[in-house]
């Protein structure tokens, strides 16, 4: 199944978080921090959303940093996905 994003949205996946510290400790999962580092898996159209021109300014297999709180989560076909809109995306990583 694929998911298309509509107007200025963008799916993300979230990068697996570490499993060691720099130290070398290995975290239990209730002591690693959700991620707020993701894969765009697909972008939508942009255009004219709530009265405003939006450009897409970022392309399906971009590293991204998004907001701690921002998006939808959704499972499709066993894969977490998280859908933002691209306002939410803070930075591009490269």
């Not at 959700?34 to 898996?41: G, H, R, S, T």
């Not at 972008?43 to 921002?70: R, T």
């Not at 998280?82 to 490269?94: G, H, K, M, P, T």
């Amino acid at each position: 199944m694929t998911v298309k994003p509509l107007g200025d949205r963008v799916v993300i996946k979230n990068v697996e978080a570490e499993e060691t510290t720099k130290s070398g400790l290995i975290l239990t999962s209730a002591a690693k921090e959700k991620p707020q580092m993701a894969q765009v898996i697909a972008v939508g159209p942009g255009g004219n959303v709530d009265g405003k021109e939006i450009a897409m300014q970022v392309e399906v297999g971009q590293k991204v940093i998004y907001s701690k709180y921002a998006g939808t989560e959704v499972k499709i076909d066993g894969d977490e996905l998280i859908i933002v809109r691209q306002s939410d995306i803070l930075a591009i990583v490269e």
